[in-house]
């Protein structure tokens, strides 16, 4: 069959592009898999900031099902590389980068100050109990 067939992929909106994007295991050889960047941008936006996948599949502008194979595909890989220890690479993909849509006016630009300042109140919770787990150690070595 084809490859060309059917309908062509769409474009998925991500919010950035990261800086480190090669993972590898301690023994530092070995395979790797390869998540796209709009895989990766499916789990931040559905595992990292507990979106519904309704919300995250309008912010990221495809329908909930090209989310949803998105979001296996990238789970899918992250297991494998965690469970057969492999590397895992972020690269390629069919991506538009959310500041080029907002600068166009595209997408209001409330969503993505309401996305943010989710991500934050996520990351301050993260590290108040990163805080507690440290006090907590202190303590037990203390005594």
Do not use: H
């Amino acid at each position: 069959m084809c490859r060309c067939r059917g309908r062509r992929r769409g474009k998925r909106w991500i919010s950035e592009i990261p800086e480190v994007r090669c993972f590898l295991p301690e023994s530092g050889e070995g395979a790797s898999v390869v998540i796209t960047l709009e895989e990766l941008e499916a789990l931040r936006l559905v595992d990292l900031l507990d979106l519904e996948q309704e919300e995250a599949a309008l912010y990221m502008g495809v329908s909930r099902k090209a989310l949803w194979n998105d979001l296996v595909s990238a789970r899918r890989k992250v297991a494998a590389a965690l469970v057969y220890g492999m590397g895992i690479r972020i690269e390629g993909g069919s991506y538009v980068l959310r500041d080029a849509r907002v600068a166009e006016q595209k997408i209001p630009e409330r969503d993505d100050m309401e996305l943010v300042e989710r991500e934050l109140e996520l990351l301050k919770r993260r590290l108040d109990q990163l805080s507690r787990r440290v006090a907590e150690k202190k303590e037990g070595e203390e005594k």
